[in-house]
């Protein structure tokens, strides 16, 4: 486990809002080709620790190192640079426009570009789009022109995870994917995650599903009143456990 390559690593983060410390030094890895799941109680600081890895929040104190180089993220659009793919629960797609225009958001393909003016590659863009969906095993899509906005909400999480792989993302994050969802489309989710597995894309996925977490990670770190409560994996770890450092009375395999 030790020769293990941390792909990302946070070191002794910490974040305020006003008077609450969200974050109170939270030391943090994610290793190649692991999906981690992060757990904890409402409040317990997991979207404000993804939030500082994905640009939304500068953290107060502490750093970030992306394979052992220490990056400077001040914005979202810094962690996409670093491969830092991020899908909120309420996803930033825009609803009125149609599926190719959504996955290449701030990233279009163009035939001329002039800076002020540029023309769209539509057809490149088609293509494109058609085969990250069918990367990820999504083929029923009726039509790429389809308007976002009439999509399922399994529909939109599908779409920002195959956008979130067809651009050689290196790190993605998940917050709370299925939270709103029925049975159906969690299990949609779910497939699609396993999906990303089996592309060796490192994860954090913030979950409450203690079955979903038991079905897609290798590790669960747990998170408690803005710090790490302890870690444990999945393999070797039960329910009981889980809550035990959830509400702070267990030790897990890193705890304190
Ligand atoms: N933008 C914000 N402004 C003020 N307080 C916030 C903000 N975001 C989070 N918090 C507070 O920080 C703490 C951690 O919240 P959060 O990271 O959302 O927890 P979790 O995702 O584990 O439920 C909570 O006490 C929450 O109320
Ligand atoms: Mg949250």
Redesign the pocket.
């Known amino acids: 486990m030790e020769d293990r390559k941390a792909v990302l690593e946070v070191k002794n983060i910490k ?4 008077g ?4 109170r030094g939270v030391d943090f890895q994610l290793f190649e080709k692991e999906t981690v799941a ?1 757990m ?12 500082c890895i994905s640009g939304v ?1 500068i953290p107060d104190e502490g750093d970030i190192f992306i394979h052992g180089e220490k990056a400077n993220i001040r914005n979202p659009s810094d962690a996409r640079k670093e491969g830092i793919e991020t899908v909120y629960q309420d996803l930033s797609l825009a609803g009125q426009m149609d599926l190719i225009s959504n996955m290449f958001l701030g990233r279009e393909i163009t035939k001329i570009n002039l800076g002020v003016m540029k023309i769209l590659d539509r057809r490149a863009m088609e293509v494109k789009t058609r085969k990250a969906l069918e990367s990820i095993g999504v083929s029923t899509v009726q039509t790429l022109k389809t308007e976002t906005r009439n999509l399922s909400g399994g529909q939109r999480q599908a779409l920002a995870l195959s956008r979130a792989v067809s651009f050689g993302v290196k790190i993605l994050i998940l ?2 994917p299925t939270a709103a969802m029925g049975i159906k489309e969690s299990r949609r989710i779910i497939d699609l995650i396993l999906k990303l597995k089996e592309h060796e894309i490192p994860m954090i996925l ?1 979950s409450h599903s203690v079955p979903i977490v038991f079905e897609v990670s290798d590790r669960i770190v747990i ?1 408690r009143q ?1 710090q790490i409560a302890g870690e444990l994996t999945t393999a070797k770890a039960n329910h009981e456990d889980i809550v035990s450092l959830m509400v702070g009375v267990g030790k897990g395999i890193g705890g304190e």
Do not use: P, R, W
């Not at 974040?15 to 006003?18: C, E, L, Q």
């Not at 609450?20 to 974050?23: D, E, H, K, P």
């Open positions: 974040k305020h809002f006003g609450v410390q969200a974050l992060l904890g109680d409402n409040g317990a600081g997991k979207s404000t620790l993804v939030k929040y917050d709370e913030i998170m803005g």
